[in-house]
């Protein structure tokens, strides 16, 4: 039978291969003489510790390093469009060179491909740096950093950056984080979670965003006006209260969630400023909203999920549902949540 | 006279001619490029040549694809489960539809079709690999490989640490050594 796959030109092999994690890259080279050096070309390195089993020891880990830095090197200047890196395994050596490491790579990808799109770092055990040159860079355009500790902030301009997730982050005492979105113009999905900052309730004008993940309000709900998304999400300690009073619409919002302890009456302010809603999900809530209350879409179709215990939904199924008979037109519908395990 | 050209004239790798809707055939950027640019395909006489790489089959399956992408309003996930169900062929044809729709500049069909090979990869080794596409090894037992990286620690070290691991990772992680170290 013919081989099926050598009718494709090399450009698309290496795009097939652009989905697949570093080792499986790397092992196509001894697939037959015309793969032996296709892996260099492939315009990305996606290694990540929970799709291998090799992480067992120091030994390993240390080696593994070596052959991503070997990577990096040997793919010399080819175009790199992803660099992702998801290490979720604890190892004792976690040390200082570890983060140089980390940090050498960063800017050795940066420098030598001038086209990266898309920088997406999780390591949840190292002290990674993030080097200040990631964030002038202005070929991105999904930046994603998970505990990740960063250099310095004083410059940023990525004009082209779409979606920024910053989560668990950690910037210099001096500097506000919110300032990175100020050279984000053309931001369209942001996620802020578990941001160490002092700055508070900072307005970023981002005209272009659609969708926003927040936890605590480090930027102001108005720079949240024109989004389409909007999920309040839950970090350790925080409670939504009092400082969740909106005086505009939501035009365009669609989807609104509460991954977070809030009072109904500061839910309910909010849910007054959305006349678009399509979608509105709760995952905790405190206090029952009074009887009196008549739910105020009687245009929409409304579909809740909701994560509580059984009675609490029960509680809260009945009272919406008999408020909701109130008005005619609107249909409610419960359903548990999705993927929100982190909860229980 | 007609006033429009609703219908265009393709001729694909087996020589044959057939119309087909000039709206929908106009999704592939060549397509598009031979109508505007050259004029070309308004009548059988002067059919637009397809690449080699579009059988009469894979282009019914393409124009399926672009009429269903073509129509308006559709949600993302409507779209996203077509394109599911549409991916969903054996290797064979799906290697064939990837070349076909490359060759047509058809980006957004190489995409989802590079993604489901990639999917097939995905987690396999390089036997295994090998026998999907059918692949011939014509390297002679990595001999090359492993003559250009001489590996630094001693044979016995390797050969411990590949007995420590188990079956399906083998492969890889010898080759990763051959290469890296």
């Known amino acids: 039978m013919a081989d099926l796959i050598s009718s494709l030109p090399n450009e698309i092999i290496c795009y097939i291969l652009y989905f697949l994690p570093f080792q499986q890259v790397v092992a196509t080279s001894v697939l037959s003489k015309r793969w032996t050096h296709l892996w260099r070309s492939v315009p990305s390195l996606d290694f990540d510790t929970n799709k291998e089993d090799f992480y067992k020891n120091d030994y390993d880990k240390r080696r593994y390093y070596r052959w991503v830095r070997s990577f990096l090197v040997r793919r010399g200047d080819q175009p790199l469009y992803r660099f992702r890196l998801r290490c979720y395994h604890h190892m004792d050596s976690a040390s200082i060179d570890q983060s140089l490491t980390f940090k050498s790579w960063i800017e050795t990808t940066l420098s030598e491909n001038s086209r990266v799109q898309i920088i997406d770092l999780f390591c949840y055990w190292e002290n990674i740096v993030i080097p200040s040159v990631v964030f002038s860079f202005n070929t991105l355009v999904v930046l994603k950093l998970t505990f990740t500790r960063v250099e310095d902030i004083s410059f940023v301009d990525l004009s082209f950056l779409k979606i920024l997730h910053l989560e668990h982050t950690i910037f210099p005492i001096e500097d506000d984080p919110s300032q990175i979105l100020s050279g984000c113009p053309n931001l369209e999905d942001l996620k802020v979670r578990a941001l160490t900052s002092k700055v508070k309730g900072k307005f970023i004008r981002l005209p272009k965003l659609v969708r926003a993940m927040i936890d605590n309000l480090l930027l102001s709900l108005e720079t949240f006006k024109e989004v389409e998304v909007l999920i309040f999400d839950w970090s350790f300690g925080l409670q939504l209260s009092g400082v969740l009073y909106v005086n505009f619409d939501f035009h365009n919002l669609v989807q609104l969630e509460f991954n977070v302890y809030a009072d109904w009456h500061l839910v309910f302010n909010v849910l007054n400023h959305c006349p678009k809603l399509q979608s509105f999900g709760m995952s905790k809530y405190k206090n029952h909203y009074e009887d009196e209350d008549v739910w105020p879409y009687p245009q929409t179709t409304m579909k809740f999920w909701i994560l509580e215990q059984e009675i609490e939904i029960n509680d809260m199924e009945r009272e919406l549902s008999s408020s909701v008979k109130k008005s005619v037109t609107c249909t409610l519908s419960f359903q548990p949540a999705n993927g929100l395990h982190f909860f229980t | ?181």
């Not at chain 2, 076909?100 to 995409?111: R, W, Y």
């Open chain 2, 1 to 181: 006279m007609k006033m429009m050209k609703p219908y265009v004239w393709l001729q694909t790798s087996d020589d044959s001619i057939q119309q087909v809707e000039q709206e929908i055939a106009m999704f592939c950027p060549l397509i598009c490029q031979e109508i505007i640019q050259k004029g070309m395909g308004s009548s059988k006489n002067c059919a637009i040549c397809l690449p080699q790489q579009v059988s009469p089959a894979m282009l019914s399956l393409i124009l399926d694809y672009c009429r269903f992408h073509q129509v308006p309003g559709r949600s993302n996930k409507e779209r996203k489960s077509y394109d599911e169900k549409f991916v969903r062929i054996d290797t064979e044809r799906l290697c064939e539809l990837t070349s076909a729709a490359d060759s047509l500049q058809l980006k957004p069909l190489v995409d989802l079709t590079s993604r489901a090979l990639a999917r097939i990869i995905e987690g396999k080794t390089p036997e295994e690999i090998r026998d999907i596409f059918h692949l011939p090894d014509d390297l002679t037992e990595n001999v090359e490989v492993e003559e250009e990286h001489v590996d630094d620690r001693s044979v016995d070290d390797l050969l411990s640490f590949i007995n420590g691991n188990d079956g399906g990772k083998l492969n890889i992680l010898t080759i990763l050594i051959f290469v890296f170290t």
